[in-house]
């Protein structure tokens, strides 16, 4: 990107010379984009946690309103657990909009992969409640991974399963290890996703306009964000989905 700013000198209506500079303003340019991105990011995925806090805290105060003060303990426990999420959210992405190459920061540390699904389900539970959430995980699968993007990955994949599946119908969530691999996909009973449409899923700014999704409201980066953190973790994200069947969306990791 040039930007080109000067004056014209004219003599007797006649312009004889011209005076200016050009500048490159690639960066500046750079910048917008950044700004753009930044401003979707926090929007889209600062919303969820958010949300869950908000609900943790409305739920506290009725308690407080009865005065059962344990429970209200335990709430305002959830409540703090979920900001601090948000802060790490926030100081990552400040990281991340800082660099220029757009590139993740990860900071693996072991953590129990299982607990922290059920923690999610949870949660997930209370923020909807009469949804049924299953968990098929084998006992204490431990990985090396990010826990704060993980847990993000994982309530993309939750998210979008309770967005566009019927409320009548159940979400599951299996982690498996299988040799030195573990797997983790969140199953829904919603409306499928033809195989062409599988294949630009994860790419930034993607989503599905069919009849299905015409309601439904989003940014096409919950995806895209989420391929981004499992690829940086050496991971693979994959998608198994039939029209009218459901969809499985997944993860890989070593
Ligand atoms: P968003 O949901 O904000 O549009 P995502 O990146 O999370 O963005 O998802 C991209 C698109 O993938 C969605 O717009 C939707 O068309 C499709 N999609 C994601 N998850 C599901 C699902 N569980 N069932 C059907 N379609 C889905």
Request: with cysteine; net charge positive.
């Amino acid at each position: 990107w040039l930007k080109i700013t000067g004056s014209l000198f004219y003599s007797n209506g006649i312009a004889v010379k011209v005076m200016g500079t050009i500048t490159d303003i690639t960066t500046v340019k750079n910048e917008e984009f950044q700004r753009k991105d930044l401003m979707a990011f926090l929007s889209h995925e600062l919303r969820t946690p958010l949300s869950i806090a908000k609900l943790y805290v409305q739920h506290s105060y009725k308690i407080v309103k009865k005065e059962k003060v344990n429970e209200l303990a335990n709430n305002l426990a959830k409540a703090d657990y979920q900001t601090e999420r948000m802060v790490n959210m926030i100081d990552n992405f400040l990281t991340l909009s800082h660099m220029e190459n757009s590139k993740l920061i990860v900071q693996p540390k072991g953590f129990d992969l299982t607990d922290t699904i059920s923690e999610i389900i949870k949660d997930m539970a209370f923020m909807y409640p009469g949804r049924v959430f299953k968990m098929e995980s084998e006992n204490h699968v431990k990985v090396n991974a990010d826990k704060d993007k993980i847990i993000q990955v994982l309530i993309n994949y939750l998210n979008n399963a309770v967005k566009y599946s019927p409320a009548d119908t159940p979400i599951s969530i299996s982690c498996r290890k299988i040799g030195d691999q573990i797997r983790v996909g969140v199953s829904d009973k919603g409306p499928g996703i033809s195989t062409d449409n599988q294949k630009h899923l994860f790419n930034r700014y993607s989503r599905v306009h069919d009849e299905n999704n015409i309601r439904v409201k989003g940014f096409g980066l919950g995806l895209f964000l989420s391929r981004e953190i499992i690829e940086s973790h050496g991971g693979k994200v994959w998608v198994q989905s039939e029209p009218g069947e459901g969809s499985t969306f997944g993860f890989t990791l070593k």
